[in-house]
Protein backbone atom coordinates (compact mmCIF):
# COMPACT_ATOMS: atom_id res chain seq x y z
CA UNK A 1 0.00 0.00 0.00
CA UNK A 2 0.91 3.72 -0.61
CA UNK A 3 2.33 5.84 2.09
CA UNK A 4 2.13 9.16 0.46
CA UNK A 5 -0.67 9.80 2.51
CA UNK A 6 1.14 9.96 6.00
CA UNK A 7 3.30 13.23 7.41
CA UNK A 8 6.75 13.10 8.59
CA UNK A 9 5.19 12.93 12.20
CA UNK A 10 5.64 10.06 14.03
CA UNK A 11 3.25 8.96 16.71
CA UNK A 12 6.69 8.18 19.41
CA UNK A 13 7.15 12.87 18.88
CA UNK A 14 3.60 12.89 20.94
CA UNK A 15 3.13 12.92 24.40
CA UNK A 16 1.22 9.30 24.34
CA UNK A 17 1.85 6.85 27.30
CA UNK A 18 4.34 4.15 26.30
CA UNK A 19 1.29 1.71 26.46
CA UNK A 20 -0.12 3.46 23.80
CA UNK A 21 2.87 3.39 21.34
CA UNK A 22 3.56 -0.46 21.84
CA UNK A 23 -0.03 -1.04 20.60
CA UNK A 24 0.53 1.58 17.79
CA UNK A 25 3.66 -0.29 17.09
CA UNK A 26 2.62 -4.18 17.08
CA UNK A 27 -0.68 -3.16 14.65
CA UNK A 28 2.16 -1.14 12.42
CA UNK A 29 1.32 2.29 13.21
CA UNK A 30 4.62 4.61 12.90
CA UNK A 31 3.49 8.05 11.02
CA UNK A 32 0.46 9.96 11.49
CA UNK A 33 -2.02 10.96 8.90
CA UNK A 34 -3.05 14.68 7.80
CA UNK A 35 -6.15 14.67 10.37
CA UNK A 36 -4.03 12.98 13.17
CA UNK A 37 -1.03 15.23 12.67
CA UNK A 38 -3.15 18.39 13.46
CA UNK A 39 -5.74 16.63 15.61
CA UNK A 40 -3.56 15.09 18.34
CA UNK A 41 -1.31 17.96 19.34
CA UNK A 42 -3.95 20.03 20.43
CA UNK A 43 -6.22 16.84 22.02
CA UNK A 44 -3.29 15.99 23.72
CA UNK A 45 -3.24 19.35 25.22
CA UNK A 46 -7.36 19.33 26.23
CA UNK A 47 -8.02 21.44 23.03
CA UNK A 48 -12.02 19.87 21.85
CA UNK A 49 -11.71 19.53 17.93
CA UNK A 50 -14.31 19.63 15.23
CA UNK A 51 -12.39 18.10 12.59
CA UNK A 52 -13.20 17.36 8.46
CA UNK A 53 -10.95 15.02 7.02
CA UNK A 54 -11.87 12.15 3.97
CA UNK A 55 -12.98 8.99 4.63
CA UNK A 56 -10.78 6.51 5.87
CA UNK A 57 -7.67 9.13 6.77
CA UNK A 58 -7.56 7.95 10.24
CA UNK A 59 -10.08 9.92 11.99
CA UNK A 60 -11.10 7.04 14.48
CA UNK A 61 -7.31 6.83 15.58
CA UNK A 62 -7.48 10.19 16.67
CA UNK A 63 -10.07 10.41 18.70
CA UNK A 64 -9.40 7.39 20.21
CA UNK A 65 -5.78 7.82 20.84
CA UNK A 66 -6.34 11.38 22.51
CA UNK A 67 -9.74 9.40 24.57
CA UNK A 68 -6.79 6.97 25.58
CA UNK A 69 -4.70 9.32 26.88
CA UNK A 70 -6.81 11.62 28.47
CA UNK A 71 -8.44 8.59 30.61
CA UNK A 72 -4.80 7.81 31.23
CA UNK A 73 -3.93 11.71 32.59
CA UNK A 74 -7.05 11.42 34.32
CA UNK A 75 -6.05 8.98 37.01
CA UNK A 76 -5.90 5.71 35.13
CA UNK A 77 -2.71 3.49 35.88
CA UNK A 78 -1.04 1.58 32.63
CA UNK A 79 -0.15 -1.70 33.52
CA UNK A 80 3.61 -1.93 33.57
CA UNK A 81 5.99 -4.88 33.09
CA UNK A 82 8.66 -5.26 35.61
CA UNK A 83 11.14 -7.64 36.00
CA UNK A 84 11.97 -8.76 39.60
CA UNK A 85 15.66 -9.47 38.62
CA UNK A 86 16.14 -5.78 37.53
CA UNK A 87 14.69 -4.07 40.49
CA UNK A 88 16.18 -4.06 43.92
CA UNK A 89 13.94 -4.73 46.87
CA UNK A 90 13.91 -3.38 50.17
CA UNK A 91 12.52 -4.78 52.59
CA UNK A 92 10.93 -2.08 55.06
CA UNK A 93 8.89 -2.66 58.46
CA UNK A 94 6.70 -0.06 58.58
CA UNK A 95 3.47 -0.18 56.00
CA UNK A 96 4.23 1.64 52.34
CA UNK A 97 1.15 3.97 51.24
CA UNK A 98 0.57 2.10 47.58
CA UNK A 99 -0.60 4.07 44.74
CA UNK A 100 -4.31 2.77 44.15
CA UNK A 101 -6.17 2.69 41.33
CA UNK A 102 -9.14 5.07 40.97
CA UNK A 103 -12.19 3.40 41.12
CA UNK A 104 -14.54 3.85 37.78
CA UNK A 105 -17.93 5.47 38.11
CA UNK A 106 -19.05 4.03 34.39
CA UNK A 107 -18.52 5.61 32.02
CA UNK A 108 -15.98 8.26 31.65
CA UNK A 109 -15.91 8.36 27.90
CA UNK A 110 -18.85 8.27 25.30
CA UNK A 111 -18.44 7.61 21.30
CA UNK A 112 -21.41 8.21 19.31
CA UNK A 113 -22.02 6.87 15.72
CA UNK A 114 -25.01 7.20 13.46
CA UNK A 115 -25.07 3.34 12.44
CA UNK A 116 -24.05 -0.03 13.84
CA UNK A 117 -21.29 -1.22 11.71
CA UNK A 118 -19.75 1.90 12.45
CA UNK A 119 -20.38 1.44 16.11
CA UNK A 120 -18.61 -2.04 15.44
CA UNK A 121 -15.83 -0.94 13.30
CA UNK A 122 -14.86 1.68 16.37
CA UNK A 123 -15.12 -1.11 19.03
CA UNK A 124 -12.89 -3.07 17.14
CA UNK A 125 -10.28 -0.22 16.75
CA UNK A 126 -10.57 0.14 20.37
CA UNK A 127 -9.72 -2.92 21.05
CA UNK A 128 -6.43 -3.12 18.88
CA UNK A 129 -5.18 0.14 20.11
CA UNK A 130 -6.05 0.17 23.85
CA UNK A 131 -4.42 -3.90 23.99
CA UNK A 132 -2.20 -2.82 26.76
CA UNK A 133 -4.52 -0.79 28.35
CA UNK A 134 -6.38 -1.52 31.34
CA UNK A 135 -9.75 -0.56 30.24
CA UNK A 136 -13.02 -1.70 29.54
CA UNK A 137 -15.57 -1.30 27.06
CA UNK A 138 -19.43 -1.77 26.16
CA UNK A 139 -20.34 -1.90 22.25
CA UNK A 140 -24.24 -0.81 22.24
CA UNK A 141 -26.64 -0.56 19.28
CA UNK A 142 -30.15 -1.72 18.32
CA UNK A 143 -32.13 -4.59 16.57
CA UNK A 144 -29.64 -7.06 19.03
CA UNK A 145 -28.18 -8.55 21.87
CA UNK A 146 -30.22 -6.51 24.41
CA UNK A 147 -29.62 -8.03 27.45
CA UNK A 148 -26.12 -8.69 26.88
CA UNK A 149 -25.80 -5.21 26.50
CA UNK A 150 -27.57 -4.14 29.65
CA UNK A 151 -25.09 -6.89 31.46
CA UNK A 152 -22.17 -5.25 29.92
CA UNK A 153 -22.96 -1.41 30.64
CA UNK A 154 -23.66 -2.17 34.24
CA UNK A 155 -19.97 -4.47 34.82
CA UNK A 156 -19.01 -1.11 35.16
CA UNK A 157 -16.99 0.23 31.93
CA UNK A 158 -15.15 2.98 31.22
CA UNK A 159 -16.04 3.93 27.55
CA UNK A 160 -19.37 2.93 25.61
CA UNK A 161 -19.10 3.05 22.09
CA UNK A 162 -22.48 2.75 19.99
CA UNK A 163 -26.08 4.02 18.42
CA UNK A 164 -27.94 7.01 20.69
CA UNK A 165 -30.95 5.24 20.67
CA UNK A 166 -30.03 2.17 22.14
CA UNK A 167 -27.49 4.49 24.85
CA UNK A 168 -30.59 6.71 25.42
CA UNK A 169 -32.83 3.13 26.29
CA UNK A 170 -30.21 2.19 28.82
CA UNK A 171 -29.91 5.81 30.49
CA UNK A 172 -33.69 5.89 31.12
CA UNK A 173 -33.58 2.76 32.65
CA UNK A 174 -30.64 4.27 35.17
CA UNK A 175 -28.30 1.12 33.90
CA UNK A 176 -25.50 4.02 34.10
CA UNK A 177 -24.97 7.74 34.78
CA UNK A 178 -23.42 10.42 32.69
CA UNK A 179 -22.44 12.45 35.36
CA UNK A 180 -18.66 11.75 35.29
CA UNK A 181 -17.92 11.85 31.48
CA UNK A 182 -15.11 13.15 30.53
CA UNK A 183 -14.87 12.39 26.67
CA UNK A 184 -17.02 12.82 24.35
CA UNK A 185 -17.05 11.99 20.93
CA UNK A 186 -19.33 12.31 18.26
CA UNK A 187 -18.44 10.60 15.24
CA UNK A 188 -20.09 11.41 11.40
CA UNK A 189 -21.82 14.17 12.69
CA UNK A 190 -23.57 15.34 9.09
CA UNK A 191 -24.82 11.52 9.28
CA UNK A 192 -26.47 12.17 12.43
CA UNK A 193 -28.45 14.99 11.17
CA UNK A 194 -29.84 12.72 8.36
CA UNK A 195 -30.64 10.07 10.20
CA UNK A 196 -32.29 12.51 12.82
CA UNK A 197 -30.66 11.71 15.84
CA UNK A 198 -29.62 15.58 16.47
CA UNK A 199 -32.63 15.07 19.67
CA UNK A 200 -31.08 12.34 20.80
CA UNK A 201 -27.39 13.46 20.96
CA UNK A 202 -28.39 16.91 22.64
CA UNK A 203 -30.11 14.64 25.29
CA UNK A 204 -27.20 13.31 26.37
CA UNK A 205 -24.95 16.22 26.15
CA UNK A 206 -26.95 17.80 28.18
CA UNK A 207 -27.28 15.41 30.97
CA UNK A 208 -23.41 15.68 31.01
CA UNK A 209 -20.84 17.53 32.83
CA UNK A 210 -20.40 20.75 31.45
CA UNK A 211 -18.29 20.91 28.07
CA UNK A 212 -15.51 22.62 29.82
CA UNK A 213 -15.03 19.99 32.38
CA UNK A 214 -14.34 17.12 29.65
CA UNK A 215 -12.33 16.53 25.87
CA UNK A 216 -15.01 16.95 23.01
CA UNK A 217 -14.35 15.43 19.60
CA UNK A 218 -16.41 15.77 16.99
CA UNK A 219 -15.88 14.59 13.29
CA UNK A 220 -17.68 14.55 10.15
CA UNK A 221 -16.82 14.07 6.37
CA UNK A 222 -18.62 18.24 5.99
CA UNK A 223 -18.60 21.08 8.42
CA UNK A 224 -21.54 22.69 7.20
CA UNK A 225 -23.49 25.28 9.12
CA UNK A 226 -25.58 22.85 11.37
CA UNK A 227 -22.46 20.46 12.15
CA UNK A 228 -20.43 23.27 13.65
CA UNK A 229 -23.50 25.20 15.27
CA UNK A 230 -23.67 21.74 17.43
CA UNK A 231 -20.18 21.82 18.30
CA UNK A 232 -20.16 25.47 19.52
CA UNK A 233 -23.47 24.46 20.99
CA UNK A 234 -21.73 21.56 23.13
CA UNK A 235 -18.43 22.34 23.32
CA UNK A 236 -15.50 24.19 24.79
CA UNK A 237 -13.91 26.81 22.31
CA UNK A 238 -13.62 24.24 20.02
CA UNK A 239 -10.44 24.34 16.78
CA UNK A 240 -11.84 23.96 13.46
CA UNK A 241 -9.52 21.95 10.87
CA UNK A 242 -10.10 20.75 7.84
CA UNK A 243 -7.85 18.38 5.55
CA UNK A 244 -7.90 18.74 1.88
CA UNK A 245 -11.23 20.87 2.34
CA UNK A 246 -10.65 22.61 -1.22
CA UNK A 247 -11.44 18.93 -3.01
CA UNK A 248 -13.99 17.04 -1.60
CA UNK A 249 -13.37 14.09 -3.92
CA UNK A 250 -10.23 11.91 -3.24
CA UNK A 251 -7.25 12.39 -5.87
CA UNK A 252 -6.32 8.93 -4.90
CA UNK A 253 -10.14 7.73 -6.61
CA UNK A 254 -10.13 8.08 -10.53
CA UNK A 255 -13.53 8.60 -11.46
CA UNK A 256 -15.45 7.67 -15.30
CA UNK A 257 -18.89 7.16 -16.55
CA UNK A 258 -21.08 5.68 -19.04
CA UNK A 259 -24.40 6.78 -20.49
CA UNK A 260 -26.05 3.14 -21.02
CA UNK A 261 -29.83 2.93 -21.54
CA UNK A 262 -32.17 0.96 -19.24
CA UNK A 263 -31.67 -2.29 -20.79
CA UNK A 264 -27.89 -2.08 -21.52
CA UNK A 265 -26.89 -1.67 -17.62
CA UNK A 266 -26.82 -4.93 -16.94
CA UNK A 267 -24.62 -6.17 -19.52
CA UNK A 268 -22.65 -3.03 -19.29
CA UNK A 269 -21.97 -3.90 -15.79
CA UNK A 270 -21.05 -7.07 -16.54
CA UNK A 271 -18.91 -6.29 -19.51
CA UNK A 272 -16.81 -4.58 -16.90
CA UNK A 273 -16.29 -6.62 -14.39
CA UNK A 274 -15.53 -9.29 -17.07
CA UNK A 275 -12.69 -7.13 -17.77
CA UNK A 276 -11.72 -5.83 -14.54
CA UNK A 277 -11.99 -8.95 -12.39
CA UNK A 278 -12.07 -6.97 -9.27
CA UNK A 279 -11.07 -8.99 -5.52
CA UNK A 280 -13.41 -6.60 -3.93
CA UNK A 281 -15.62 -4.35 -5.28
CA UNK A 282 -18.98 -2.40 -3.95
CA UNK A 283 -21.88 -1.70 -6.39
CA UNK A 284 -24.27 0.37 -5.17
CA UNK A 285 -28.32 1.09 -6.17
CA UNK A 286 -30.95 3.10 -4.85
CA UNK A 287 -33.50 0.30 -4.16
CA UNK A 288 -33.76 -3.07 -2.64
CA UNK A 289 -35.36 -4.34 -5.32
CA UNK A 290 -32.67 -3.44 -7.68
CA UNK A 291 -29.75 -5.15 -5.35
CA UNK A 292 -32.06 -8.14 -5.47
CA UNK A 293 -32.35 -8.36 -9.04
CA UNK A 294 -28.70 -7.86 -9.45
CA UNK A 295 -27.41 -10.31 -7.02
CA UNK A 296 -29.31 -12.57 -8.55
CA UNK A 297 -28.21 -11.94 -11.91
CA UNK A 298 -24.61 -11.32 -11.07
CA UNK A 299 -24.66 -15.12 -8.89
CA UNK A 300 -26.26 -16.70 -12.10
CA UNK A 301 -23.01 -15.47 -14.08
CA UNK A 302 -20.15 -16.65 -11.96
CA UNK A 303 -20.08 -14.52 -9.40
CA UNK A 304 -20.23 -14.43 -5.39
CA UNK A 305 -22.02 -11.65 -4.44
CA UNK A 306 -24.71 -10.64 -1.56
CA UNK A 307 -27.36 -8.03 -1.31
CA UNK A 308 -26.69 -5.21 1.68
CA UNK A 309 -30.21 -3.58 2.55
CA UNK A 310 -31.94 -1.40 5.76
CA UNK A 311 -33.95 -4.25 6.40
CA UNK A 312 -31.57 -7.15 6.37
CA UNK A 313 -31.39 -8.28 9.92
CA UNK A 314 -28.25 -7.51 12.26
CA UNK A 315 -26.69 -11.05 12.32
CA UNK A 316 -26.95 -11.52 8.92
CA UNK A 317 -26.42 -8.16 7.93
CA UNK A 318 -22.57 -8.86 10.21
CA UNK A 319 -22.43 -12.52 8.53
CA UNK A 320 -22.33 -10.73 4.99
CA UNK A 321 -19.82 -7.69 6.08
CA UNK A 322 -17.28 -10.40 7.29
CA UNK A 323 -17.57 -12.98 4.12
CA UNK A 324 -17.02 -9.48 1.87
CA UNK A 325 -13.76 -8.94 4.46
CA UNK A 326 -12.84 -12.21 3.92
CA UNK A 327 -13.43 -12.45 0.07
CA UNK A 328 -15.96 -15.28 0.62
CA UNK A 329 -17.63 -12.54 -1.43
CA UNK A 330 -16.30 -10.73 -4.16
CA UNK A 331 -19.23 -8.55 -4.74
CA UNK A 332 -21.38 -6.69 -2.08
CA UNK A 333 -24.52 -5.12 -3.61
CA UNK A 334 -25.84 -2.32 -1.08
CA UNK A 335 -28.04 1.27 -0.77
CA UNK A 336 -27.16 4.39 0.82
CA UNK A 337 -27.56 1.98 4.33
CA UNK A 338 -23.77 0.83 3.48
CA UNK A 339 -22.58 4.17 2.22
CA UNK A 340 -20.96 5.37 5.43
CA UNK A 341 -19.61 3.50 7.88
CA UNK A 342 -18.33 0.69 6.42
CA UNK A 343 -14.42 0.56 7.11
CA UNK A 344 -13.04 -2.35 4.55
CA UNK A 345 -9.91 -2.51 3.36
CA UNK A 346 -8.69 -3.01 -0.41
CA UNK A 347 -12.00 -2.41 -1.77
CA UNK A 348 -10.53 -1.32 -5.62
CA UNK A 349 -13.92 -0.71 -7.39
CA UNK A 350 -17.32 1.30 -6.55
CA UNK A 351 -19.74 0.71 -9.23
CA UNK A 352 -22.59 3.53 -9.14
CA UNK A 353 -25.24 1.26 -10.95
CA UNK A 354 -27.81 4.04 -10.01
CA UNK A 355 -26.85 7.23 -9.47
CA UNK A 356 -27.75 8.84 -5.70
CA UNK A 357 -29.96 11.19 -5.87
CA UNK A 358 -28.33 13.07 -2.88
CA UNK A 359 -24.92 14.64 -3.99
CA UNK A 360 -23.34 14.30 -0.60
CA UNK A 361 -24.04 10.11 -0.84
CA UNK A 362 -22.05 10.07 -4.25
CA UNK A 363 -18.67 11.32 -1.67
CA UNK A 364 -19.78 8.86 0.24
CA UNK A 365 -20.10 5.77 -1.73
CA UNK A 366 -16.98 6.56 -3.38
CA UNK A 367 -15.13 7.19 -0.40
CA UNK A 368 -15.30 3.14 0.08
CA UNK A 369 -12.21 2.99 -2.19
CA UNK A 370 -8.63 4.72 -2.38
CA UNK A 371 -8.90 4.48 1.82
CA UNK A 372 -5.38 4.78 4.04
CA UNK A 373 -3.80 6.18 0.92
CA UNK A 374 -4.73 3.08 -1.55
CA UNK A 375 -5.92 4.13 -5.03
CA UNK A 376 -9.25 3.01 -6.75
CA UNK A 377 -11.81 3.54 -8.88
CA UNK A 378 -15.35 4.73 -9.03
CA UNK A 379 -17.53 3.70 -12.50
CA UNK A 380 -21.02 5.50 -12.63
CA UNK A 381 -23.76 4.78 -14.74
CA UNK A 382 -25.49 7.47 -16.15
CA UNK A 383 -28.79 5.83 -17.04
CA UNK A 384 -32.15 7.11 -18.45
CA UNK A 385 -33.81 6.98 -15.09
CA UNK A 386 -31.06 9.14 -12.39
CA UNK A 387 -28.96 11.50 -15.22
CA UNK A 388 -30.29 14.36 -14.05
CA UNK A 389 -28.29 13.92 -10.61
CA UNK A 390 -25.02 14.18 -12.57
CA UNK A 391 -24.96 17.79 -13.14
CA UNK A 392 -25.53 18.41 -9.23
CA UNK A 393 -23.17 15.84 -8.27
CA UNK A 394 -19.74 17.47 -10.53
CA UNK A 395 -20.71 20.81 -9.40
CA UNK A 396 -20.42 19.75 -5.35
CA UNK A 397 -17.67 17.57 -6.00
CA UNK A 398 -16.02 21.08 -8.48
CA UNK A 399 -15.11 18.53 -11.01
CA UNK A 400 -16.20 17.16 -14.46
CA UNK A 401 -16.47 13.51 -14.36
CA UNK A 402 -14.97 11.58 -17.81
CA UNK A 403 -17.77 9.92 -19.78
CA UNK A 404 -16.41 6.88 -21.87
CA UNK A 405 -17.63 5.50 -24.79
CA UNK A 406 -19.70 2.20 -24.93
CA UNK A 407 -17.98 -0.33 -27.40
CA UNK A 408 -19.98 -2.93 -28.64
CA UNK A 409 -17.41 -5.37 -27.19
CA UNK A 410 -18.15 -3.92 -23.65
CA UNK A 411 -21.91 -5.64 -23.39
CA UNK A 412 -21.85 -9.00 -22.32
CA UNK A 413 -24.43 -11.64 -22.93
CA UNK A 414 -26.63 -12.08 -19.51
CA UNK A 415 -27.38 -15.38 -18.36
CA UNK A 416 -31.05 -14.89 -17.24
CA UNK A 417 -30.97 -16.20 -13.12
CA UNK A 418 -33.60 -19.93 -13.51
CA UNK A 419 -35.97 -18.21 -11.24
CA UNK A 420 -39.61 -16.98 -12.02
CA UNK A 421 -39.44 -13.13 -11.84
CA UNK A 422 -42.31 -10.54 -11.84
CA UNK A 423 -43.63 -9.22 -14.92
CA UNK A 424 -44.05 -5.79 -13.96
CA UNK A 425 -41.40 -3.88 -14.77
CA UNK A 426 -39.77 -1.87 -12.02
CA UNK A 427 -39.87 1.78 -11.20
CA UNK A 428 -36.45 2.55 -12.63
CA UNK A 429 -37.60 1.12 -16.36
CA UNK A 430 -35.67 -1.88 -16.12
CA UNK A 431 -37.00 -4.71 -18.30
CA UNK A 432 -38.24 -7.98 -16.08
CA UNK A 433 -36.99 -11.11 -17.44
CA UNK A 434 -39.66 -13.72 -17.30
CA UNK A 435 -38.09 -16.97 -17.09
CA UNK A 436 -34.63 -18.05 -16.73
CA UNK A 437 -31.47 -20.18 -18.50
CA UNK A 438 -31.43 -18.10 -21.35
CA UNK A 439 -28.65 -15.38 -21.99
CA UNK A 440 -29.49 -11.98 -23.01
CA UNK A 441 -28.15 -9.68 -25.58
CA UNK A 442 -29.33 -5.83 -25.54
CA UNK A 443 -30.06 -4.02 -29.09
CA UNK A 444 -27.05 -1.65 -29.99
CA UNK A 445 -27.69 2.11 -28.96
CA UNK A 446 -27.23 4.95 -32.27
CA UNK A 447 -23.70 6.75 -31.84
CA UNK A 448 -24.57 10.12 -31.05
CA UNK A 449 -22.01 12.54 -29.47
CA UNK A 450 -22.80 12.23 -25.44
CA UNK A 451 -22.31 8.37 -26.60
CA UNK A 452 -20.16 7.55 -29.32
CA UNK A 453 -19.88 3.74 -30.68
Known amino acids: MKQTHL ?20 AGFKNCSPIQDKALPLLLRNKD ?45 APVAVPV ?22 HKD ?17 GTDYEKQREKIKSNVDMIIGTPGRIIDFYKQKVFTLEHVKVTVMDEADRMFDLGFIKDIRYLLHRMPPPDKRLNMLFSATLSYKVTELAYEHMNNPVLIRIESEEVTSKAIQQSAFCPSNDQKLPLLLGILNQYQPLRSIIFVNTKRCAELLDDTLNANGYK ?17 NDFQENRITLLIATDVA ?28 GRTARFGAS ?53 GEKRFKTGGKPFKPKARPSTPENPQ
Open 376 to 428: GEAISFVCEQYAYSMPDIEEYIGQKIPVKAIPKELLAEVIVPERKIREARPAN
Open 7 to 26: TETRFSNLELSDSILRSLNE
Open 305 to 321: TAALSGDVPQDKRQRLL
Open 126 to 142: ALQLSKHLDLKFALIYG
Open 49 to 93: IAGQAQTGTGKTATFLLAAFQYLINDGYDEPVDVDPEDVDIEIVP
Open 339 to 366: ARGLHIADVSHVFNYDLPQDVEDYVHRI
Open 101 to 122: RKKINNPRAIILAPTRELAIQI
